[in-house]
């Protein structure tokens, strides 16, 4: 292959202080570029997913374990590499990759993210968006989707216990966590049983993940149904609410702090060998990335992203597509 040419310096998307996107999120002509350490790979970034934490980090909420600002913002990336560190095995530059770059969500996360033309990110991180067929590849905005989601609904799964002929109840199910935990329960765990919550018109795409019971919020409530389920997925923060949907000895497991006494909190820990283990599926059509009907935002558009992505009212992920 021959030289690929990497500038000094790049576009991207930073902030210099804490606040809304709308306010404080800034184009800039002119980043340099991040430093590509022993264990890491450049990519060229062709495309980026928002996720929630992304403008809640922006507006502060971590700071105590943040990155110093200036910083460019996001976790979820695919593209290209273009240069490896000394110590990378694992790919090569050309190689086609995605991934969330960043080891913990909430500390010290790059300054650099994946919202600029360049990012860096350790091998173990990533997993590669080819495989020997090429029409069932994930497209690059596809595989910027799933990262960080994909990767949480899994460990999620995983702390739980969670295996074949178990029930699952999914709060929040059209969203980015959400829409995959419905996915891997049914088609790769073998639930047998799966319900969801979402709002009246997100319960189509509830029953084409593979959900069994669709519960539209805004006319019951979960926690007064008969039924009961060996776990319970909160990914919006009814916790406590949870564990009245709950089977005697079941679990319940929250992404959302602060949690509650008896529950399974966690804050994902990145590796990008969960995302090579679960390629296999998106390869055979039994899991599919969920993009939000308004995506791909182009790369100019990023504040108008992040304000979508502020309603909450987001199905699947918002990704950022094409990245010059």
């Not at 922006?58 to 695919?78: H, K």
């Not at 989601?149 to 699952?168: D, V």
């Not at 679990?251 to 995302?275: E, M, R």
């Amino acid at each position: 292959m021959a030289a690929i040419s990497i500038p000094s310096h790049m576009k991207a998307w930073t902030y210099s202080e804490y606040g809304k996107s709308n306010q404080v999120l800034k184009f800039n002509q002119s980043v340099p570029l991040p430093e590509v350490k022993e264990d890491q790979v450049l990519i060229k970034v062709s495309a980026a997913s928002l996720n929630p934490i992304d403008h809640k980090r922006m507006e502060g909420l971590f700071r105590n374990t943040d990155s110093p600002l200036p910083t460019a913002p996001g976790y979820d990336v695919a593209g290209v590499v273009v240069k490896v560190g000394s110590e990378v095995k694992k790919f090569k530059v050309g190689d086609e990759v995605y991934g969330d770059i960043n080891v913990k969500a909430l500390e010290y996360p790059k300054v650099i993210g994946s919202l600029a033309e360049y990012t860096a990110a350790e091998e173990r991180l990533l997993a590669q968006t080819l495989w020997p067929q090429k029409p069932q590849s994930l497209s690059f905005a596809e595989a910027a989707s799933l990262p960080l989601t994909l990767e949480t609904a899994y460990e999620g799964l995983e702390r739980t216990e969670f295996s074949a002929g178990k029930s699952i109840l999914v709060l929040g199910g059209a969203g980015g966590v959400g829409t995959h935990v419905i996915q891997l329960a049914k088609h790769v765990y073998g639930a047998s049983k799966v319900a969801a919550t979402a709002s009246t018109r997100k319960l189509e795409l509830l029953r084409n993940l593979g959900a069994d019971l669709p519960i539209d919020y805004t006319k019951e409530n979960f926690e007064d149904l008969p039924e009961k389920f060996d776990v319970v997925y909160d990914t919006v923060g009814q916790t406590e609410q949870a564990f009245k949907a709950l089977k005697e000895g079941g679990k319940v497991v929250t992404i959302v702090p602060p949690g509650f006494a008896s529950a399974i909190l966690f804050i994902l820990s990145t590796d990008g060998a969960i995302l090579e283990k679960l390629n296999p599926h998106f390869e055979s059509g039994k899991l599919k990335p969920v993009l939000d009907p308004k995506s791909p935002f182009p790369f100019s558009q990023a504040v108008e992203a992040f304000s979508h992505l502020e309603t909450n009212r987001a199905t699947g992920k918002i990704v950022i597509y094409p990245i010059p």
